[in-house]
T-cell receptor
Framework: GAVVSQHPSWVICKSGTSVKIECRSL??????MFWYRQFPKQSLMLMAT?????????EQGVEKDKFLINHASLTLSTLTVTSAHPEDSSFYIC????????????FGNGTRLTVT | AQSVTQLGSHVSVSEGALVLLRCNYS??????LFWYVQYPNQGLQLLLK??????LVKGINGFEAEFKKSETSFHLTKPSAHMSDAAEYFC??????????FGKGTRLSVIA
């Protein structure tokens, strides 16, 4: 079964509004979670690394004021797209590693965001 | 720095034919290598992974991949394609619990 739950699976919002996406690790604690964005027919690009209890680390070119990340607990990270615009429409996927170096990263099922 | 190159953005095979999806990587440290499958509008499902040990790795749905350090490759194969294998496949690399670096993906089509 799923070990990382992502919600919502899809959302449609109007330009200028904000959207929050949740990522939960279901049966393990995740001190770190990763947020990816995938444009149509393209690969996944890392946006930011979410760290429990501290600030997120953003990749170059990702606006931290636009994509707010909060890792409030060991099982929950949220990504808020603020003042969304149509160009933010994309597929957002979170992932989390279990403890242990050989553990694979587990992915959520993704969130399809459409901004009208 | 690590990177992944997937040769061929689209591969088409007949049902029952061999599937070969190519992946080459670059890494300055011992790599951990992964293959993921993605169906439309869904997340990623892990097919198989190589971390250490045996270089021929068997995964789910009959897929396997072989880590060849001398060729810096981790090609994905399946002896006989099934219609349900049609999907997008991503090769990825990391060095432990670090973020994955993905290739651009290969779309596999299976022709009846």
């Amino acid at each position: 079964g799923a070990v990382v739950s992502q919600h919502p699976s899809w959302v449609i919002c109007k330009s200028g509004t904000s959207v929050k996406i949740e990522c939960r690790s279901l049966d393990f604690q995740a001190t770190t979670m990763f947020w990816y964005r995938q444009f149509p027919k393209q690969s996944l690009m890392l946006m930011a690394t979410s760290n429990e209890g501290s600030k997120a680390t953003y990749e170059q070119g990702v606006e931290k004021d636009k994509f707010l990340i909060n890792h409030a607990s060991l099982t929950l990270s949220t990504l808020t797209v603020t003042s969304a615009h149509p160009e933010d429409s994309s597929f957002y996927i979170c992932s989390a590693p279990r403890q242990g170096r050989n553990s694979p990263l587990h992915f959520g099922n993704g969130t399809r965001l459409t901004v009208t | 720095a690590q990177s992944v190159t997937q040769l061929g953005s689209h591969v088409s095979v007949s049902e029952g034919a061999l599937v070969l999806l190519r992946c080459n990587y670059s890494s300055s440290v011992p790599p951990y290598l992964f293959w993921y499958v993605q169906y439309p509008n869904q997340g990623l499902q892990l097919l198989l992974k190589y971390t250490t040990g045996a270089t021929l790795v068997k995964g789910i749905n009959g897929f396997e991949a072989e880590f060849k350090k001398s060729e810096t490759s981790f090609h994905l194969t399946k002896p006989s394609a099934h219609m349900s294998d049609a999907a997008e496949y991503f090769c990825a690399v990391n060095s432990g619990n670090t973020p994955l670096v993905f290739g651009k993906g290969t779309r596999l089509s299976v022709i009846a």
